[in-house]
């Protein structure tokens, strides 16, 4: 059963800094690439972040990208997010997903809260 | 960057009825889109890829279609359990983008 669990949210004040982790089971980790995916309360669905699975790719949505870096240890099974200069409107439920081919997510984690609040 | 552009944003139907959800691309993403069912407080989850390829374990009321710029979520006939939100997702061109949402409420 493939099984993507999320830790690391929490509450960070604003100009702050926080790492998201996956850890993922039930498939060869390394032969997936990966995506987070973000959702603001009361919002819809906001890509945030895609790596291949030898992290050859990499990618960030305009919003992120200078502030964010996305990387993962495929000897771990592990994807992970590190989020620098934390703003408000960062504060969000962070997905990680499994990515089935073309981008396009098919399994996702349950989500981990962060709040940007001072 | 590629805008999709979901309708209605909001539908109410009773069970039964046949339910229909549009997604209209900015420019031609081929077949590259996925429809996505989220409930309050969980998870996406995976309907349909490709357009029209149904997931493993989604029930058969659940179709999908379209090409280019314009993508059709159907389901035939309404069930309790269908009730919820649904997304759809271009992954043609970073960045990756998303619908606003179509949220299927009880009539």
């Known amino acids: 059963e493939v099984q993507l669990v999320e830790s690391g949210g929490g509450l960070v004040e604003p100009g702050g800094s926080l790492r998201l982790s996956c850890a993922a089971s039930?498939?060869?980790?390394?032969?997936?690439?990966m995506n987070w995916v973000r959702q603001a309360p009361g919002e819809g669905l906001e890509w945030v972040s895609s790596?291949?699975?030898?992290?050859?790719?990499?990618y960030y949505a305009d919003s992120v990208k200078g502030r964010f870096t996305v990387s993962r240890d495929n000897a771990k099974n592990s994807l992970y997010l590190q989020m620098n200069s934390l703003r408000a409107e960062d504060t969000a439920v962070y997905y990680c997903?499994?990515?089935?081919?073309?981008?396009?997510?098919?399994?996702w984690g349950q989500g981990t809260l962060v709040t940007v609040s001072s | 960057d590629i805008q999709m552009t979901q309708s209605p944003s909001s539908v109410s139907a009773s069970v039964g009825d046949r339910v229909t959800i549009t997604c209209r691309a900015s420019q031609g993403i081929s077949s590259w889109l996925a429809w996505y069912q989220q409930k309050p407080g969980k998870a996406p989850n995976l309907l349909i890829s490709?357009?029209?390829s149904l997931q493993s374990g989604v029930p058969s009321r659940f179709s999908g279609s379209g090409s280019g710029t314009d993508f059709t979520l159907t389901i035939s006939s309404l069930q309790p359990e269908d009730f919820a939100t649904y997304y759809c997702q271009q992954a043609n061109t970073f960045p990756l983008t998303f619908g606003g949402g179509t949220k299927v409420a009880i009539k």
């Open positions: 997903a499994r990515v089935n081919g073309h981008w396009l997510e098919d399994y």
């Open positions: 039930g498939f060869t980790f390394s032969d997936y690439s």
């Open positions: 490709a357009a029209s």
């Open positions: 790596i291949s699975s030898t992290s050859t790719y990499i």
